[in-house]
């Protein structure tokens, strides 16, 4: 973790600042942090204790796990730094409020089946349609409706980054860039950037956090982006609108969400759905393994149906069994129409609504960008086709 995350970081529950705590020294670090060294210096264990509330999150594998269950979840890593613990103050009470989480915001499936299904994908993956970094580097200027240099020394958030691919890229354009996930994939996605910045590429930061309970203080970031994650939270609007906060007067604001489907397709994805995603996780997973052939076969039928070319894919079976997870796996998939998405954009005030779902997308997404009202330094926006 850069020390630079302290300007950013705010406890998820009452967004109060954060003390840091190393344990050891980290390159010429040590002791509580009460001064601020290079920016560029990090940490790679610790915690972060909220300076209101008796809460206190781990810094662990250079990650901050900004999550209210953070006890529960990473308990070994509390035990085995018990020294450290007993030096702080309020802990007993720290300890027995991370045992309570609100249901309406965390859905512990959620994060262990993302957890699981970044924890297969593997970079070089062919598990879905775009495997061309460079082409889904370009469409996301189309998509936040900005030049690229528009993002040049802007803080830019990544909501729902899973393994971080596209949140590393995006640091190229010259932004300093936060990628946050729900689940374990910011390990993955935080060593991976670690090596392209070692190679000379921009440092990133990431974070484990909930986009219902966000550790960043309102109007932090100069421009917000999340793609495919606001449906598979607990309240799909609710989310919106603490996601929504974290934009600056003026950010460019972009969310994709799945696309109603039709019913001869919804209704029987939603009758399986009722079954898998209650399966554990494990379960869920060797099932999809089973069932590519039969998909394989049901998508090649569909285009047909359609009169469209068959699809022809390189992915190997366990490619395609993500790909399968990621639709049978969630406890909640949501899906919108357009005119849904295009009404909550403008009734939260957003400006310069614009529809901006690939054709490629069409057919299962549905991707809207706006800009938040305010602002006196509004970029150009990018004049391309989608």
């Not at 999150?57 to 901050?64: E, L, Q």
């Not at 859905?107 to 495997?131: A, I, L, M, P, V």
């Not at 060593?191 to 990431?206: D, K, L, Y």
Request: net charge neutral; proline share 6%; with cysteine.
């Amino acid at each position: 973790m850069k020390i630079r995350l302290l300007d950013i970081l705010r406890c998820p529950a009452c967004k109060a600042a954060l003390t840091l705590h190393c344990i050891g020294e980290e390159q010429g670090l040590a002791g509580t942090g009460d001064s601020r060294p290079s920016l560029q210096q990090d940490i790679r264990e610790g915690f972060l204790r909220c300076t209101t509330c008796p809460m206190l999150f781990p810094i662990i594998a250079g990650v901050p796990r900004m999550i209210r269950n953070a006890y529960e979840e990473y308990t070994p890593f509390y035990l085995q730094h018990r020294a450290t613990l007993a030096a702080l103050d309020g802990m007993e009470v720290m300890l027995r409020q991370l045992g309570s989480v609100d249901a309406s915001a965390f859905d512990r499936r959620s994060n262990e089946s993302f957890g699981r299904q970044w924890q297969e994908y593997q970079y070089e993956d062919r598990t879905w349609f775009k495997d061309d970094l460079g082409l889904r580097q370009g469409e996301f200027l189309i998509s936040m409706d900005l030049p690229a240099n528009a993002l040049r020394g802007k803080l830019v958030l990544d909501a729902g980054c899973g393994n971080g691919k596209l949140t590393t890229s995006i640091a190229s354009y010259g932004a300093e860039v936060v990628g946050m996930d729900l689940s374990r994939s910011v390990e993955r996605a935080a060593a991976h950037a670690e090596q392209q910045e070692a190679a000379g590429a921009p440092p990133v930061h990431f974070v484990q956090g909930n986009i219902l309970e966000p550790p960043f203080a309102p109007a932090t970031f100069d421009h917000i982006h999340t793609s495919g994650v606001l449906h598979h939270t607990p309240d799909t609007w609710r989310a919106f609108d603490s996601f929504l906060a974290l934009g600056k007067p003026g950010a460019h604001v972009y969310v994709q969400l799945y696309r109603r489907r039709e019913p001869w397709i919804g209704i029987p994805n939603a009758a399986i759905r009722s079954i898998t995603s209650r399966m554990p996780v494990d379960v869920t997973w060797k099932l999809c393994w089973h069932l590519v052939p039969a998909h394989t076969l049901a998508v090649r039928m569909v285009a047909r149906m359609r009169g469209e070319a068959t699809p022809i894919t390189q992915a190997n079976r366990r490619e395609r069994t993500v790909s399968l997870f990621d639709n049978f796996s969630p406890r909640y998939q949501y899906r919108y129409d357009p005119g849904e998405v295009e009404a909550k954009f403008r009734a939260a005030g957003l400006e310069a609504v614009k529809d901006v779902t690939f054709d490629n997308e069409a057919r299962h997404m549905v991707a809207f960008v706006g800009r938040k009202p305010g602002g006196t330094d509004a970029a150009v926006p990018v004049s391309c086709a989608a």
